[in-house]
C-alpha cells in the first residue's frame, strides 16, 4: 500500500518537472540548441538631448595611445526628462571618440546631469559605432553608467542601462536645442536592462 501513495514532496517535485519541460517545449531552440532561459528585458527611462560646439583638433598628430583620436566633442548643455527624473546637461564635458587599432570607433562621453531638485548625477557613456549602409548614416549602441548622492537618484548607480543614440537631423525637431552651424545635437535614449 504504500508503494501506491504518493508523498506531498513526490507530487510537487513532479508537477516542477512537467512545468520545466512544458516551458521548456514551449521555447524554440536554434539549430546549435541554446535556449534563452532568461530573456532581458528593458524599459525606456530617460530622453537625453546634449547639445556639442564644433569639434576640437586634439593636436596635428592624432594618434594615441589607444588609437586614433582626431577629435573631441565638447559637451555646452543639453537637458533630459523621464518618468522619474528631468533636469539639464551641465556644460563643461566631452565626447571623446577614438578609432581602435582595429578599425571599431568607440564613443566615450563623460560628463554631468543636474536633476530639477539640484542632485549632480556623474554620466560616463561609452560604446560603439556601427557603419549603416542603406542611408550612410551610423547605429551607436552606448552603455552608459551614472555616479551620484544617496537619494531619489540612486537608483541610477543600482542598474544596468543600455542606449541608443541619433544626431543631426535624426533628433526629432521638437527635442532639438541647437543654435546655429556650430552646435550640434545628439539623442540619447537610455532604456534600464531588467
Not at 508537477?15 to 520545466?20: C, I, P, Q, R, T
Not at 540548441?33 to 530617460?46: A, N, Q, R, S
Not at 549603416?132 to 531619489?152: E, I, N
Not at 533628433?171 to 532639438?176: A, D, L, N, S, Y
Amino acid at each position: 500500500m504504500s508503494d501506491s501513495i504518493l508523498s506531498r514532496r513526490t507530487l510537487l517535485g513532479a508537477s516542477a518537472g512537467v512545468a520545466a519541460a512544458l516551458t521548456a517545449a514551449a521555447r524554440p531552440a536554434s539549430a546549435s540548441g541554446l535556449v534563452d532561459l532568461d530573456p532581458i528585458k528593458t524599459e525606456l527611462v530617460m530622453n537625453l538631448v546634449v547639445t556639442c560646439s564644433t569639434p576640437q583638433p586634439m593636436g596635428p598628430n592624432a594618434e594615441a595611445k589607444d588609437g586614433r583620436r582626431d577629435v573631441i566633442w565638447p559637451i555646452i548643455g543639453g537637458r533630459f526628462e523621464g518618468p522619474k527624473l528631468k533636469g539639464k546637461v551641465v556644460p563643461g564635458g566631452a565626447d571623446f571618440p577614438v578609432t581602435r587599432p582595429d578599425g571599431v570607433d568607440v564613443v566615450d562621453a563623460f560628463y554631468r546631469l543636474q536633476a530639477d531638485d539640484g542632485t549632480l548625477i556623474i554620466i560616463h557613456n561609452v560604446g560603439l559605432m556601427y557603419p549603416q549602409a542603406d542611408d550612410g548614416r551610423y547605429v551607436f549602441r552606448l552603455s552608459p553608467s551614472f555616479t551620484t548622492v544617496k537619494g531619489p537618484h540612486d537608483w541610477l548607480q543600482k542598474s544596468l542601462f543600455l542606449a541608443t543614440l541619433v544626431y543631426g537631423d535624426a533628433v526629432p525637431e521638437p527635442m532639438r536645442l541647437a543654435k546655429g552651424p556650430d552646435e550640434n545635437d545628439r539623442l540619447i535614449q537610455v532604456h534600464r536592462v531588467f
